[in-house]
């Protein structure tokens, strides 16, 4: 399948499967229990992290024309088009779910429902937009690679947290993102390989740069996502049995994918994606900001608010 083949594929695919999100009017939000809205009021920083998608597409335009700057093949840069329009759709639904998110949120702590109107737009453009420059941590293909495995983190969170709320109305919106979400996966796997398999040097440039891809999620650009983390951890269901079930669930949806991409040529095991994984929740662990260091191990430098 040609690269943009498999970009129309997911592009009629996404609109086929766009849900109505009823001019984000939800009429149901004066039913919301207080467990619900207890729960809503953790996901500030999620809503963050699906606004800063307009700071993931920035920068990943940024990262292509820099590339250009310096020399990279032309031939190369031109395989990249069809993540270059896919990214498009990426934002535009990841926007979506940030106003569901934010509209959530604001109601619940302020009793209000003009959220949107509220916005202020030159602070939500500095916030969600801009807030890369501290925060360069890939490289052209780990950025990419981050773009997908990060899906997987956000599919299998909103699955749990769909599980444990209680209003149907608000586990059907929920539902609608992970649905999105896994989609998301599913697209960004198929155009990565088409990449990958169009030229061995995409397919080496890839193989150099999987840790970051692997480990650091896309929300990592805006200067809550560390906060978050905290946050939400808990809000991931365990087996009473193993509590690392969530963890694994996530290496194991990382694995095949990687098994889908890299085959024979994938460097590392289940085992070893779940320790790697583990190691960094540690290493990041108490800390809810983070920025970019020249000097620092792994060009991050952890601090606490």
């Not at 759709?89 to 934010?102: F, T």
């Not at 030159?122 to 890939?138: N, Q, T």
């Not at 970051?212 to 009473?240: C, D, I």
Request: aromatic share 12%; with cysteine; hydrophobic share 35%.
């Amino acid at each position: 399948m040609s690269g943009l083949t498999t970009l129309v594929k997911f592009g009629y695919v996404s609109d086929e499967n766009r849900w109505n999100a009823a001019r984000y009017s939800f009429e149901w939000l004066p039913e919301l229990d207080q467990y619900d809205r207890d729960i809503i009021k953790l996901l500030d920083c999620l809503r963050d992290g699906e606004f800063s998608g307009q700071a993931s597409a920035t920068q990943l335009y940024d990262l292509l024309f820099q590339a250009k700057s310096e020399g990279y093949p032309r031939e190369l840069l031109a395989d990249w088009t069809p993540l270059y329009s896919y990214i498009n759709i990426i934002v535009y639904e990841e926007l979506r779910h940030g106003i569901v998110l934010g509209g959530l949120h604001h109601y619940v702590t302020t009793g209000k429902t003009d959220y949107i109107d509220q916005i202020n737009v030159r602070e939500f453009g500095e916030r969600y937009m801009w807030c890369y420059d501290e925060r360069r941590y890939w490289n052209l293909y780990s950025y990419i690679l981050t773009h997908l495995f990060s899906e997987i983190i956000n599919t299998e969170l909103y699955r749990d947290v769909a599980t444990r709320v209680h209003h149907p109305e608000l586990k059907a919106t929920l539902a609608h993102i992970r649905n999105d979400e896994a989609r998301h996966i599913a697209a960004w796997t198929a155009l990565i390989k088409d990449l990958l398999r169009s030229d061995e040097r995409h397919m080496q440039s890839a193989l150099q740069s999987l840790d970051r891809g692997l480990l650091y999620h896309n929300a990592m650009v805006h200067e809550t996502y560390f906060e978050g983390v905290n946050k939400m951890l808990p809000l991931f269901l365990s087996e009473q049995t193993d509590k690392m079930e969530p963890l694994k669930r996530v290496t194991r949806q990382k694995y095949r994918v990687m098994d889908e991409l890299f085959g024979e040529r994938n460097p590392y095991t289940e085992k070893d994606i779940q320790d790697m994984h583990l190691a960094f929740l540690m290493k990041s662990s108490g800390y809810s900001r983070a920025k970019y260091s020249e000097e620092a191990p792994d060009n991050i430098v952890f601090a606490v608010a």
